[in-house]
């Protein structure tokens, strides 16, 4: 997987803590009730949903809190703010990873300018340390 830092470069990238795929460009796998390719699920299916969180807890992608909450057998551990330099978000769009800091400075996505759904600002308690 190859993600793009803010000023353009790519990083390509190995494991859950630093970000992809392991870098053979296939798709990441998103777990959940998910209806489309782009990340979108049951409980948020509009044009804007289409960012999934790779959950702090077990390293996997869900496009929710409510997905995570339906299919995992274990409680959600919140991403701590030491962490926020993690490769913990993925646009549904193009398949780049950005860290949360990344994420939560931008309304779009910085490689296909994919606009994020602004709501889900709301949630950040349920996913990130404040």
């Given at each position: 997987?190859?993600?793009h ?7 390509s990238?190995a ?19 998910t ?7 049951v409980h948020y299916?509009?044009p ?28 959600v ?20 990873t ?11 996505c910085p490689?296909?300018?994919t606009a ?15």
């Open positions: 997987m190859t993600s830092d803010e000023d353009g470069t790519s990083e990238v494991d859950g803590r630093d970000g992809g795929d392991g870098g053979d460009g296939a798709s990441i796998p998103v777990l959940g009730a209806v489309d390719d782009q990340t979108r699920c299916r509009g804007l949903d289409v960012v999934a969180i790779r959950f702090h807890c077990c390293l996997e992608f869900y496009p929710c809190f409510r997905c995570h909450t339906d299919a995992a057998d274990h409680a551990s919140v991403w701590p703010r030491d962490e926020f330099d993690t490769h913990a978000l993925l646009c549904g769009a193009c398949q780049t950005l860290t949360i800091t990344e994420y939560q400075s931008t309304d779009a490689a296909c300018g994020f759904n602004p709501g889900c600002s709301l949630h950040y308690p349920l996913y990130f340390e404040s």
